[in-house]
């Protein structure tokens, strides 16, 4: 799978959009982002997915490079319950996609 | 709709005793998956299960640890003669279509302390 790079720890103000970035620059062809996050003492969380396309759902948007190199995942209308620690993970589309490798992931801090 | 429900949410143990973890999947889920999370560091794949069957154990370690998932009852995660790096956040998912689908869904984890 392709190695993932995050920024270790961001800011946003409550009410802002949040707009949380990961390189991805050897994602091969098959690979599929995904996020995930996960909010102190409980378990992940899944939040989006996508291969080339940008996607939105009631959580987030992801936007993803025309190259796929790079992605953002983008949180609207950040509240304080958004604070977490966000995975941005690379992931084949067949196979084994429970074998997900979290890496360390940015903190979001979002302040009131 | 309850989620992954996982219990004990916290386990001490002494070094050299066994650890049992338990993890029920989500209801209409019958492939469950087992993370680590050591201090500081990212969760780590440990175990696939389906019911009555282990399908890929590989970031298990080999000695000491084992799982079952029985065609009764929750999942069960057990290390024997637990050492003091065995200490770690233990998470349970489960996901109703085989080899993950396209998301798993994760319980509260076990806080494992041995002392």
């Known amino acids: 799978d392709a190695k993932t790079t995050q920024p270790t720890s961001m800011d946003c103000a409550e009410g802002r959009a949040a707009n949380l970035p990961c390189n991805h620059s050897t994602i091969s062809g098959n690979e599929y982002v995904y996020w995930y996050r996960q909010i102190h003492s409980q378990g992940p969380q899944y939040i989006i997915h996508?291969?080339?396309n940008n996607e939105t759902n009631e959580m987030a948007s992801l936007i993803i490079t025309e190259d796929r190199k790079s992605s953002t995942l983008i949180l609207p209308h950040a509240t304080l319950r958004d604070t977490a620690v966000y995975y941005c993970?690379?992931?084949?589309?067949?196979?084994?996609?429970?074998?997900?490798?979290f890496g360390k992931g940015t903190l979001l801090t979002v302040n009131p | 709709n309850a989620g992954v429900m996982q219990n004990p949410r916290h386990l001490v143990r002494r070094r050299g005793q066994e650890a049992r973890l338990r993890c029920s999947p989500m209801k209409g889920h019958s492939h469950v998956y087992w993370y680590r999370q050591l201090p500081e560091e990212g969760l780590k794949f440990m175990v696939y299960?389906?019911?009555?069957?282990?399908?890929?154990e590989s970031g298990m370690p080999k000695e000491r640890f084992s799982a079952e998932f029985p065609k009764e009852g929750p999942s069960i995660l057990r290390i024997q003669q637990v050492v003091r790096g065995d200490s770690a956040a233990y998470f349970c998912?489960?996901?109703?279509?085989?080899?993950?689908?396209?998301?798993?869904?994760f319980g509260s984890g076990t806080q494992l302390s041995v002392l």
């Open positions: 993970i690379v992931r084949s589309g067949g196979g084994s996609n429970y074998k997900l490798t």
């Open positions: 998912a489960s996901s109703q279509e085989g080899a993950g689908g396209e998301k798993l869904f």
């Open positions: 299960l389906q019911k009555e069957n282990i399908i890929d």
């Open positions: 996508g291969l080339k």
